[in-house]
């Protein structure tokens, strides 16, 4: 019952900034038996579910630097901050749904060396310092 009610609400420290300090890097986690994964590009830090849209395979295995992220079960590309990008083999097929969905997406908050993540939105604000 807490693990329903009160763990998913809740804010969940995930590691210390260093794991994904640099645009690319991304890097993948569990929580809450969620495969999920921590990237980071320009736009800043990103949680997303490590779960391709299409199959439900595991998109990133472990740590690496990357510019996107691609399945390796159909090539479906997703950009580091979880939106759809492309499926190959599938720019000319008639009628295919151009918008997909993308991975999904968590709240981050990075506050020095610990960035508690909540994988959902929380109904109590994080505390500032």
Not at 40 to 69: F, K, M, Q
Not at 73 to 96: I, Q, T, V
Request: net charge positive; glycine share 8%.
């Amino acid at each position: 019952m807490q693990r329903v009610r009160l763990f998913p609400r809740a804010w969940h420290f995930i590691g210390h900034d260093g794991l994904v300090k640099d645009p690319g890097q991304v890097h993948p986690f569990t929580l809450l038996d969620d495969p999920l994964l921590l990237a980071r590009d320009a736009a800043g830090l990103h949680a997303i579910s490590n779960v391709c849209t299409h199959r439900g395979t595991i998109v990133v295995e472990s740590p690496y630097r990357a510019s996107h992220l691609r399945c390796r079960y159909h090539g479906r590309k997703f950009a580091l901050d979880g939106r759809f990008e492309s499926m190959p083999e599938f720019e000319g097929a008639a009628n295919f749904q151009r918008r997909r969905p993308g991975a999904r997406r968590w709240t981050v908050c990075e506050r020095g060396l610990e960035p508690p993540m909540s994988v959902r939105r929380p109904r109590i604000p994080l505390p500032l310092p």
